[in-house]
């Protein structure tokens, strides 16, 4: 089953920059899937896209699974993690986590109980009432994964979430996104430009080549879950590393 | 299950009740003092008449012997600047509002908004008055609101298109509408910049307050203090004068002080201005 179907879609910015030339793309349901490439090959272009931000200059994007009447990246409930935290500093880690109920004009009592829930879950329950800049960059970040979380998405989209932070803070993450991905059954797409990263979390990876941003290749990682630190260590990663590092550079070299 | 990272909160108690140094009050004192200590004792010493310059001493007499028509005009002169200021802080940023809503509507005023400002305010003092004769207050009111709405329009305005773009996008992607990014959005992100505008116009009302009150020049009983200032050089009266002097420079300090203290209150939890650097 797929969550949702690009078909041929391309993309033109006004400047006549191609961002995008024939991405076809079938998301299945329950999938981690990694898009991978060098900058300005579009990635995150594809993401926004997914999310309805922004038009399409030709091709479809399709949701199966929507129900019927309903199009578009509304009718899914979305998630969307970017790469910078994308807090507002005026407002409290609970309020911030809760601004897309919100925006949906959920009633108090129940978004509260949704928000607390979402917070527990990333390990920031007794930090509600903080405001971001008494945060560090990985906190901030759980914040940002927290808003995401409280729509109870069935797709997440996340872009390069995690590049900003240390690595320390960075394989913490990765650990705590997926024990998550595992309990909640969500289908996850993630653009990273660490192979490595890629790699330790995906079911899947598609790898772009840039100008103009397409799919060079689609990869998929075979490897039981769950994944834990030995798993960055095993011969099994090692192999999938190189073949991902492989098709990288031939979709640079081409 | 995440794991709670070592918390950061120690740098809460810093930033929410920054610690006055106490040189930061101490000094300027201790200079004020040593300033009026030296000009008492050169007015003395020198017998420097006081129609040329009075020794503080001699200012503070006059303060206290005129108390009764200076504190009166003081509070006319103060009531126009507050009006102003208010009318100032409220259109100024409802305008704002406004344009952020229509382009067309900002197309159309900001060049207006801008020609006002530019103008001179004593060159257009004296029409203001000859237009609203009837009404002195009124008069008044709007040649201290020119002077003091633009920075507040001006600072509003940049705010409200200063918004962070990711935000932006983040509130498009959860459906938000028009009227839910302005109010939760823009209107938030825009308030360091329009606190910074008020901060202006506070000082800005006051002194348009008192140029218009010199064009304007009306004798009588209800009039501001820069009237009782033109009255006092007229009578040779020059320590009254410079008591008028010290009321308003009092009175600007205090807006200044006022308007400080509501931006540290409404910004000090979030916004870089108002947080102690740590380290």
């Known amino acids: ?59 479809r994007i399709e949701w199966p699974g929507a129900a019927r009447g309903e199009t578009g990246a509304g009718a899914h409930r979305l998630g969307f993690v970017f790469q910078e935290p994308t807090l507002m500093p005026w407002a409290t880690v609970a309020a911030n986590v809760m601004l897309p109920l919100k925006l949906k004009g ?42 995401a979380l409280v729509t109870e998405p069935n797709l997440l989209l996340m872009d390069e979430p995690f590049a900003a932070l240390d690595e320390i803070t960075r394989f913490k993450l990765n650990n705590d996104l997926l024990t998550l991905w595992q309990e909640q059954r969500w289908t996850v797409i993630f653009v990273t430009h660490s192979v490595y990263e890629s790699v330790y979390l995906s079911s899947r990876i598609v790898v772009m080549a840039a100008r103009p941003g397409r799919i060079a290749a689609d990869l998929a990682i075979d490897a039981p879950y769950p994944r834990d630190e030995g798993f960055r260590t095993s011969t099994a990663y090692n192999g999938f590393c190189r073949t991902v590092s492989a098709a990288l550079r031939e979709a640079m070299a081409a | ?185 823009r209107v938030p992100s825009a308030l360091p910049y329009y606190l910074g505008g008020v901060r202006i116009a506070g000082g800005l009302a006051l002194i348009g307050t008192v140029v218009a009150e010199f064009v304007a020049g009306t004798g009588g009983a209800d009039t501001g203090l820069a009237y009782r200032i033109l009255e006092a050089g007229y009578r040779l009266q020059i320590p009254r004068m410079f008591a008028a002097l010290f009321l308003i420079a009092s009175t600007g300090i205090l807006i200044f002080l006022g308007l400080s203290l509501v931006t540290h209150l409404v910004l000090r939890n979030w916004h870089e201005s108002a947080v102690r650097r740590e380290s």
């Open chain 1, 106 to 147: 959920m009633a108090r009592a129940e978004a509260g109980r949704r928000v607390a829930a979402a917070l527990g879950r990333v390990g920031l329950e007794t930090f509600a009432k903080a405001y971001p800049r008494e945060l560090s960059g990985g906190m901030k970040m759980r914040v940002s994964i927290a808003r």
């Open chain 1, 1 to 59: 089953m797929s969550v949702v179907t690009l078909s041929r879609v391309g993309k033109v910015y006004s400047n006549g920059t191609v961002a995008l030339d024939d991405v076809s793309l079938d998301v299945r349901d329950g999938e981690f899937l990694s898009l991978v490439g060098p900058s300005g090959c579009g990635k995150s272009t594809v993401l926004r896209l997914i999310a309805g931000l922004g038009e399409l200059t030709s091709g």
């Open chain 2, 1 to 185: 299950m995440m794991q709670e990272e070592p918390p950061t909160l120690e740098a809460k108690a810093d930033a929410r009740a920054p610690a006055v140094d106490p040189l930061r009050i101490i000094m300027p004192i201790v200079i004020g003092i040593l300033f009026l200590g030296t000009w008492e004792a050169a007015v003395r010493v020198y017998h420097v008449p006081p129609y040329i310059l009075p020794g503080p001493w001699a200012i503070l007499g006059a303060l206290i012997e005129g108390w009764g028509s200076l504190f009166h005009s003081l509070l006319i002169t103060l009531q126009v600047t507050l009006s102003a200021f208010l009318l100032a802080a409220i259109g100024g940023g409802a305008l704002a509002i406004l344009f952020t809503r229509s382009r067309w509507i900002e197309l159309s005023l900001y060049p207006y908004a801008v020609i006002l400002q530019v103008t001179p305010i004593v060159a257009i003092a004296p029409l203001i008055i000859i237009w609203v004769k009837d009404d002195t207050y009124l008069a008044l009111l709007i040649c201290a609101w020119i002077v003091a709405f633009f920075p507040v329009l001006s600072n509003a305005t940049l705010g409200l298109s200063s918004t962070d773009h990711n935000l932006l996008n983040l509130f498009q992607l959860y459906g938000a509408t028009r009227r839910q990014v302005l109010w939760h959005l």
